[in-house]
C-alpha cells in the first residue's frame, strides 16, 4: 500500500543537509577573518600597562620612561561635591580622543577584570598573563568604571576611571 518513490528521497536529503553545511562554511571564513583583524594591534598611539593589586590599579605609561602610579578610591572624606561615591579615584589615567591606545591588562595576585561599560571594555587581568585590547575613543570626557571580577572581599570598591581629553 505505500509508494517506494515516495518514501524514499535520500537524495533531497542530503541535498538539504550539504546545502545549509556549505551556505555555513561560505558565511564563517570571511567572518573569522574579520573578526581576527579586529582583534590586531596596528601602530598604537599609547601603551598604557593596567597592574590589578588588591584594591587598588597600577597603571605604566610605558612609552614615556616608564611613569608608574597607583589609582586609590577616594574615601568618603576627601570627596568634593559632585563626585560619585564608590567610583572616584586619586589618580585618573589621562587618555587622548581619536588615537589608538592599546591596554596591557594583567594582575599581581588574583583574578581581576578592567572594565569601562561606556567604553565598551572588559579585560581580565590574570596573575602571569598579559592581556590586551585596543580602543579609540571619540568623545571627551570621564568614564567610570569598576572590577566586575569576584576577586575577594571589597572586589567592587575597584574604581577606575579614564579621562578622556582632545
Known amino acids: 500500500l505505500t509508494n517506494t518513490n515516495i518514501t524514499d528521497a535520500q537524495e533531497m536529503e542530503t541535498i538539504w543537509t550539504i546545502l545549509p ?78 588615537a589608538p591606545v592599546r591596554m596591557m591588562i594583567t594582575s599581581q595576585d588574583v583574578l581581576h577584570s578592567w572594565t569601562i561599560p561606556t567604553l565598551g571594555l572588559k579585560t581580565d587581568a590574570v596573575p602571569g598573563r598579559l592581556n590586551q585590547t585596543v580602543f579609540t575613543a571619540t568623545r571627551p570626557g570621564v568614564y567610570y568604571g569598576q572590577c566586575s571580577e569576584i576577586c575577594g572581599a571589597n572586589h567592587s570598591f575597584m574604581p577606575i576611571v579614564a579621562e578622556l581629553i582632545p
Open 21 to 98: 553545511a556549505i551556505i555555513l562554511v561560505l558565511i564563517a571564513f570571511p567572518s573569522l577573518r574579520i573578526l581576527y583583524l579586529t582583534d590586531e594591534v596596528n601602530n598604537p598611539s599609547f601603551t598604557i600597562k593596567s597592574i590589578g593589586h588588591q584594591w587598588y590599579w597600577t597603571y605604566e605609561y610605558t612609552d614615556y620612561g616608564g611613569l608608574i602610579f597607583n589609582s586609590y578610591m577616594l574615601p568618603p572624606l576627601f570627596l568634593n561635591p559632585g563626585d560619585l561615591r564608590l567610583l572616584e579615584v586619586d589618580n585618573r589615567v589621562v587618555l587622548p580622543i581619536e
